[in-house]
């Protein structure tokens, strides 16, 4: 009988300090998050100073909560594994560090996970991957689409050539003066209107999978300000619902196309934004026809920063024996292709 | 009773391990290099050579600060969980007590210097009594010309230690003229093994909510209550 596998992972790569163990890439035994959310919302976005500063504070807290979760000490645990890249430098390298410290002082493995490949990583906790697959990653600083065609390999077929999806909802949000984090705000909004202002959508070249948002970002912000000087009102819910409509149709006409075209067996859904509300109803509208193609989308809070994904992807490299050594570092510029 | 002290708070990086009131190893270098990258595998090779393994290890002790943000992060970040992972003993030193202690030989005021940029030093002051290390005034961030006029005060020999000193030389003669000896070479540097006996005398931390003495708020924190104040 093959021994069962227990990684415990960390992520430190933003304002989430998070740890989780998993068995065998596929079950949560604990999975703790320590949110700085509320630290940062005065600031209308993330300090990276203060981020760094809280991640110190709250490591050994979250460690400790997981071990206690999970009922099991570091002789239980077969690796570390920890998010390497991409992110902000100072936040990366305390996870890194508390990372190197654990693999040291216990002699266990360790390894050095891409952040995006967590996010994907994290519908493999939902159901086991059927190759070729296509993830569509969406988050704050991310939006991707990523072809798999075996476990740890990451092909980039389309990615943003400007804004991230989750930045173009932020700036556009901050617009609205909504609070920050603005995402949630404008997909709860834009149920609430109706998307009746005509908005661009970026195609760009035929046959491409690249994305654009700082068009849409431009136009919205236009929209608002013509309105204002010809003293007309317009309704957030509907700038919210035309703006969100115009993201949505484009992510979704891509991903059906690329899934397409490349015959894949699953597509996933990954990253901060695709706790989005409207763009699961849509993917879910679009993949009901398409009846050979699965489509999986992680619950939110696995969407959502976590070191559950960590470990979850981390246990791959483990099985294919990809271990760092001590002098392994945090790559805030990392490429999930290398 | 074996000690594992770790400073990262200057370029200067140093590991040592004691063994009861016995140095057995010492590790520094002197290097504009990545801390990050460095520690681990500086500890690593330490404790190899020293035949000393983790579970060995009876208590941790690090240089909590002033000095760079980051490099203080990761040094208490690693002792902080090495020291609760081991379930072991942590304490935390002054990286301006760890500079004064350069200075045991002297007996009048030490004040150990980092720069802090813009005419600015991280600086305290300190004085060995019957060969022990004691706080005149607190750690502090200040300007130079403010710390050179407290000093005057005192109207006795002060000695500045630190590699920093020698950017603030000029200035030091010029303020307090020959109340001043200035120490900015390498003879003046942190070392490793007086981090570990510092430490043996600081009382344990609680581990959890233990962090680096930054000093110095961020910069977005201490803009945001200064925008506070000027709203109310
Ligand atoms: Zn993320």
Redesign the pocket.
Known sequence: MKKDIYILGLETS?DETAAAIIKNGRDIIANVVSSQIESHKRFGGVVPEIASRHHVEQITLVLEETLHQADMTFSDLDAIAVTKGPGLVGSLLVGVNAAKALAFAHQLPLIGVH?IAG?IYANRLMKEFAFPLLSLVV?GGHTELVLMEEHGSFQVIGETRDDAAGEAYDKVARTLNLPYPGGPHIDRLAAQGQPVIDLPRAWLEEGSYDFSFSGLKSAVINTLHNAEQRKQAIKAEDVAASFQQSVIDVLTAKTVKAAKEYRVKQVLLA??VAANKGLRAALEEQFAELADIELIIPPLSLCT?NAAMIAAAGTVLYEQGKFEDLAMNGYPGLDIEQ | MKVLAIDTSTYTLGISLLDGEQVIGEYITNLKKNHSLRVMPAIDTLMKECEVKPADLDKIVVAKGPGSYTGVRIGVTIAKTLAWSLNIPLSGVSSLALLAASARLYPSYISPVFDARRGRVYTGLYRFEEGKLTVVDEDQNISLIDWCSRLKELKEEVLFVGQDVLLHEGSIRELLGGQALVRGDIFSAPRPADLARLGLEEPVVDLHSFVPNYIRLAEAEAKWLEQQKADN
């Open positions: 933003c952040h996010h988050s990253g901060g920063d």
